[in-house]
Nanobody, 118 residues
């Protein structure tokens, strides 16, 4: 059974930090690029950060560049998103996504809420 289970997030003050984790199971994690997306109320889902299957390359949305860091551990089948200098506009549901490196096939987590507010 394929699972992507996000954890972390919650309520964070502006300027604060939090770390999201995504635990994968049921598929060959090392054959998938991993992404974090987010969706704020009334807005489209947007790509926040991505990391290749071997962690050789990362990419970030301009809005989070320099503040967020994506990482993965293929031995533990996990991907993380370290979020620093959080802003109210970072408030959203954050989703973990796994995309196969060769075929058009992906998996989604259920999402975790991050709210940045004082």
């Amino acid at each position: 059974q394929v699972q992507l289970v996000e954890s972390g997030g919650g309520l964070v003050q502006p300027g604060g930090s939090t770390r999201l984790s995504c635990a994968a199971s049921g598929f060959t994690f090392s054959r998938y690029d991993m992404m974090w997306y987010r969706q704020a109320p009334g807005k489209q889902r947007e790509l926040v950060a991505s990391i290749t299957s071997a962690a050789s390359s990362t990419n970030y949305a301009d809005s989070v560049k320099g503040r967020f860091t994506i990482s993965r551990d293929n031995a533990k089948n996990t991907v993380a998103l370290q979020m620093n200098e959080l802003k109210p506009e970072d408030t959203a549901v954050y989703y973990c996504n796994a995309r196969h490196i060769q075929i058009a096939h992906d998996y989604w987590g259920q999402g975790t809420q991050v709210t940045v507010s004082s």
